[in-house]
């Protein structure tokens, strides 16, 4: 889990050592906790910033800056096989010079760069996947366990009428940390080797999920429900080989079949479809949301407002004073909404159709990639339980994506977490053979 530099220099190492677990430790507390824990951000604290926010994150990003400088081979790996999401990262910079709001445009872009640079260096310095992996699940279950402490000792902030937020400012905020602690738990599960390790992680879980069920999001509990069955089915390819794979392919085609069936029974009218489907078709009024969000896109079709400068750009220039009134949308009041609720539509907002697009490829490229070496890849079956785990949460986001904005999006703690896993599938496979001096069961 720690930088590898030159074994010649044993003082050198140990200072890298403690620089890197000083990253990984304060990268993953500012993701999933926060410097303003329980706190509602307003929107004028939301467009101003907060300079402690910025002294922390520029202190992470010179930790980076010399964890990459003893892993440079290994970054450089990382940024070549990534093309997708350097360039968006560097198109996020370039928008500067188009934005509405170009000084937000520059503190929020410098910002994206800046936790994009700190997950390329956390991956770059890791000797041993499994390791990495058992430190991401226990340090997600101790956020877990403060959340449950947050619950129990502030309970007028912690719960809501609608769900248990936590730490968080709402209910799916808690939902999505939960989401990834289940997902990355259950693969560390798959790994596992001893019966001892099995009742453990065993017991974790179900802390985790207990939480996550508290937390009353239906996206993500849906989504951790389909992402442990993903991960159940690249277990059982390994274990079955292509035999398995080709049934479940020839039911998955099944399935399409009869989808189809239904759709030419409705006339292929999918708004019917989802109506006898979905409880709420609506969406809890993000339709209104998504059809706003779809035609300001429209006005700047290809290079977007900029990034970052669309929501939370002040009070007289909130977009909601745009909508048009007798709508649900317009009774929310300047300020409330901070997002499209749908992350293509959130990219094409601030940098334009053809990024949100590139985002989405690249995205799926990473989990297809992880899928391929989870199932079929080298290594232990330790290391390829990571590999799909990251793989189960880069191919959900694009699914999350539909109702909530976490895809390439500063600051967001799944945004953070796909960043990491999109490194990960860049470097070699055989990078990640675990070192059996080092095993962690």
Partial sequence: MTSAVLREQPQARSTAERAYDLLLGGFL???????????????????DGSPIDRFVVLSLFGLALFVLWNNAQRALTCLIGNPGQIALVGFAVLSLFWSDYPDLTL??????????????????????????????FIALLLIVVANFAAVALMPSRAISDIGVNGLYGQKNLAGIVAMIAALIGFGWLLGAESARSVALGACALLLIFAFLVLTRSKTSINLTVLGVMMMGFFALAERFGHRFILASISL????????????????????????AVVTDATFTGRDQLWAFAGAEAHKRYWFGHGYGAFWDVGYSNDPILRVETGTWLATTGVGVINQAHNGYLELWLELGLPASIVAGLTTFKGALVGGYRAVFGVGSRQDRAAIGAFAVLLLLQLVHNQTEATLFIRAMAYSSVASLALFAMALPQKRFMSSPQRKTR
């Fill in 107 to 136: 503190r929020r872009a410098l910002l994206f760069v800046f936790l994009t640079t700190i997950t390329l260096a956390i991956v770059a310095g890791v000797d041993d996947l499994r390791r990495f992996h058992s430190f991401l």
């Fill in 29 to 47: 507390y500012y993701t999933f906790i926060g410097l303003h824990p329980l706190a509602d951000g307003t929107a004028s604290s939301r467009v």
């Fill in 252 to 275: 998955a085609l099944l399935v399409a079949a009869a989808l189809l069936l239904v759709l030419a029974a409705v006339d292929f009218d999918f708004t019917a479809l989802l109506n």
